[in-house]
């Protein structure tokens, strides 16, 4: 990096602080903090929407993928396609709960004040995860352009704390608007980021792989010639891929069930929007931005595969991708672009993180410290509580982010830890019978069965990690095989005992189930199929134990549902004054909406969709078929 890159870092952080200390003047209240006084339109609502579900991690990750599988890689972030048509539901969800947290939404369904806590325990950790995995990517691009080591020091430890710090300057002191106005420029700079190697990528291919006469354009056609046809299918074929199609619907599915529970989604998913439509139409184009992006970060995969698939560093790490990319790329023009990718890359990061943090304040603020601390807080000290509890949860995803490297282990990570809740989302949203002692014990039974048990079983049956029974590992015919069945660390050689194998990390005793239980020849399935088949009990599991517990134990208080139900059903009134009188008619007519129930005098809530609801679900499932046939396009380019 030379002058011109440091220049153009300076001016964008500068800009970003900026907008922090003059959003800090506008907050007088928590609504402004949190929420930003719910008066964002279709613009800003579309630009956080697409910031704060667009990670620096996206585009590593995709080229990470691509780099290892071909284009079926996209689906290590394009499996958010088809759960964009359920934002168009849901946005309209979060705009009515008319909540500041979803803690506070947990709390009223299940009349639980300890709940609230609970999910307020479980957002903390799930952003400190996933803030983890985007400050890991800004590490593995820093690497290739910084060098291993700043000030004597490995570069992750040196960049991913400095970032923090600036994160925590505008975010920490301007809310949620400084958040929203930092997200139009960052949505702007990730458009930017999606685009910019592809020209002088595909120019770099025509140099090195093309005929005289060819132009940059001819570089898809070289692309075909140097890489094996099957790097351009979109849906992993080989044996190799840790994306066939069995795999994709998993994960779509996981995501589409745990994805909607996340606490960012009652800011960006609607919470904070003017309106029901602009809530909608906000979260629905926002996501359908990021997988446009997402095609440009394919393409430059593909380009780097290209040129960089001998690469032996990126062979053993492939998360450098583009950090390699754009040092080769862009360093030697010298004019600023290397900075200029990194401030984009920063810029996907800030505009996740800084919502993230505002919304773990929120559920410290609203869902433990009020309840519990101080009822009587007033809103200074509310505020001040909320930066102090957002900067400590940037720096416990800097923790973790230095500690656990790894970005596809962090991934998959955020993939389980909302499946805790799941159950208790979903049923509680339409069945009434749901109930909050029932909902405690699928918390406990998730916590047990995902987390606790893994680890706890070998630590107090050792003897398993050399058990005959439990080494196996794969050898699927025409597959390259070894993969452990029951280890996620995998079968070693034993060091205690010479010739002797032992198995390392957490016991999969979910694979007991299909191996014992229902008789799966495990050795013959590939690494994709063993890595899918740790997914159906964690989406089925939560769900049986939820509705048996809830038919055993007492109903909740048919008042309280009725409150919150009808709640739920009465749009919203962008005037706030008109809104409350709202409120108020419902409450005192709880059966004002029965005439719309779809399975009338049943305990299920599911409401007879409208003529918007209809058209505007299918022409989502039509944009997202129209997205997949722009990928097969550019996948046919130059073929």
Avoid at 102 to 121: K, N, Q
Avoid at 266 to 278: L, Q, W
Avoid at 313 to 338: H, K, N, S
Avoid at 467 to 473: D, G, K, M, Q, S
């Amino acid at each position: 990096m030379n002058f011109a890159d440091y220049l153009v870092l300076f001016i964008y952080f500068s800009g970003m602080a900026a907008i922090g200390i003059w959003a800090m003047r506008q907050v007088k209240a928590q609504e402004d903090y949190f929420m930003g006084g719910r008066k964002f339109g279709k613009l800003f609502q579309t630009f956080a929407a697409f910031g704060a579900g667009t990670g620096s991690a996206d585009p590593v990750n995709t080229a990470r993928g691509t780099f290892a599988n071909g284009m079926s890689g996209m689906w290590g972030v394009m499996y958010w396609l088809f759960v964009t048509p359920i934002y168009w539901i849901s946005a309209v969800w979060y705009r009515r709960m008319r909540c500041l947290t979803l803690g506070d939404w947990f709390t009223e369904r299940y009349e639980s004040r300890p709940m609230g806590v609970a999910y307020a325990i479980f957002g903390c950790f799930y952003y400190i995860v996933y803030g983890a995995m985007l400050f890991t990517a800004i590490g593995k691009v820093g690497v290739p352009l910084l060098g291993e080591e700043l000030m004597g020091t490995k570069t992750e430890y040196v960049l991913v704390p400095l970032v923090a710090v600036i994160v925590m300057m505008y975010g920490v002191l301007g809310g949620i608007t400084a958040a929203y106005w930092t997200d139009l420029i960052q949505g702007i700079c990730i458009i930017l980021l999606s685009i910019l190697l592809i020209p002088f990528g595909l120019n770099e291919v025509v140099k090195r792989f093309g005929t005289p006469g060819d132009s940059w354009t001819d570089g898809f056609r070289v692309m075909h010639e140097q890489l094996p046809a099957s790097t351009f299918e979109i849906v992993g074929g080989s044996a190799a891929s840790e994306f066939p199609l069995y795999a994709i619907i998993t994960i779509v599915i996981m995501n589409m069930i745990g994805i909607v529970l996340t606490p960012h989604f009652i800011v960006t998913g609607g919470g904070s929007a003017k309106s029901e439509h602009d809530a909608r139409v906000g979260l629905v184009t926002g996501n359908f931005i990021k997988r446009f992006c997402t095609i440009g970060w394919v393409i430059t995969a593909l380009i780097v595969l290209t040129l960089y698939g001998d690469n032996q560093a990126l062979i053993g790490d492939a998360d450098m991708a583009w950090g390699v990319a754009t040092r080769e790329l862009l360093g030697p023009l010298g004019i600023g672009l290397v900075g200029l990718m990194l401030a984009c890359l920063l810029a996907a990061l800030m505009s996740s993180v800084d919502c993230y943090m505002l919304v773990c304040s929120a559920l410290v603020v609203r869902n433990i410290y009020v309840p519990y601390g101080n009822p009587n807080a007033s809103e200074q000290e509310c505020l001040r509580l909320g930066r102090v509890t957002g900067a400590i949860v940037v720096l416990g995803a800097v923790v973790v982010s230095v500690t656990m490297l790894d970005m596809f282990k962090q991934l998959e990570l955020t993939w389980i830890v909302p499946m805790t809740f799941a159950a208790l989302f979903w049923l509680g949203m339409y069945w009434r019978r749901a109930t909050t002692k029932a909902g405690w014990i699928t918390i406990v039974f998730c916590l047990l069965c995902f987390f606790v048990l893994p680890r706890a079983i070998p630590a107090v049956a050792p003897e398993l990690r050399t058990h005959e029974a439990y080494l196996t590992v794969n050898s699927p015919e025409g597959a390259a095989g070894g993969q452990s069945i029951y280890w996620t660390g995998g079968v070693k050689e034993n060091e205690e005992e010479e010739g002797d194998k032992i198995g390392q990390g957490s016991f999969r005793f979910d694979m007991v189930i299909y191996d014992k239980l229902l008789g799966l020849d495990l050795t013959q399935y590939r690494k994709a199929a063993l890595k899918t088949l740790e997914f159906p009990f964690k989406i089925i599991a939560p769900f049986l134990v939820m509705i048996i517990a809830s038919l055993l134990t007492q109903p909740n208080s048919k008042k309280a549902l009725d409150r919150l139900y009808v709640k739920m059903k009465t749009p919203v009134d962008p005037d706030p004054e008109g809104d409350a009188r709202e409120i108020d008619v419902s409450y005192a007519r709880p059966d004002r909406f029965n005439d719309r129930k779809l399975f009338p005098s049943s305990n299920w809530e599911f409401e007879r969709p409208t003529k918007m609801d209809f058209w505007g679900f299918v022409g989502c499932f039509v944009i997202c078929f129209a997205i997949i046939g722009v990928v097969l396009w550019v996948a046919r380019i130059g073929a």
